[in-house]
C-alpha cells in the first residue's frame, strides 16, 4: 500500500490507505441500519469526528450517509459501527433490499474527517465488495 496524503493544508499527515467497508444492511420494521468497519493500517490512533458516505449497489446509487458519531480507531485496528439511514437512502436501501435478499455488489465513496494535532482534515477513500443484505422479518 502506498502512502496517500490528506487533503487539506502542508502539514497534513502522510498515511497508510484507511480503509471503510460496509459489513450488512439490515431491513427493520423500525429503519435501515448499515454496519461499516473502518480500518486503521497506522501505527497511529486516528479520531474521526464524524464521516460522510456515499453507497452504491449492484451498480445504481442508493443514497447518502451522514455519521456524526465521533470515532476512535485504534493503531492497526479497526472499529465497527452501525448507523440508521434517513429519508430517501432509507427508503431506498430498504426496497433494495427486499428486492434482493441475500447479497449485492457495493461501491462506498467515503470522506473521513480526521482530527490531527487540533486541525480537521479531510481524508477521501473507497472500496467495493459484496455485503449481506438483511430484509425485515415478520414473526408468525
Known sequence: MGLLMLTGCSSAPKLERIGVQV???T???SGTMIT????????????VPGSEHTLYLNG???GFIKNRKA?????LGTVTESIALFGDTAKSAGHFIADHPGSAAY???STLR????????????SDQGHVTLNPTSVAP
Not at 461499516?36 to 479520531?47: S, T
Not at 470515532?71 to 493503531?75: A, E, K, R, T
Open 23 to 25: 459489513k450488512e444492511l
Open 27 to 29: 431491513s427493520t420494521t
Open 36 to 47: 461499516l468497519r473502518f480500518i486503521n493500517p497506522n501505527n497511529v490512533p486516528l479520531v
Open 60 to 62: 445504481t446509487l442508493v
Open 71 to 75: 470515532l476512535g480507531i485504534p493503531p
Open 107 to 109: 461501491t462506498l465513496e
Open 114 to 125: 480526521l482530527n490531527w494535532n487540533d486541525d480537521i482534515y479531510n481524508y477521501k477513500t
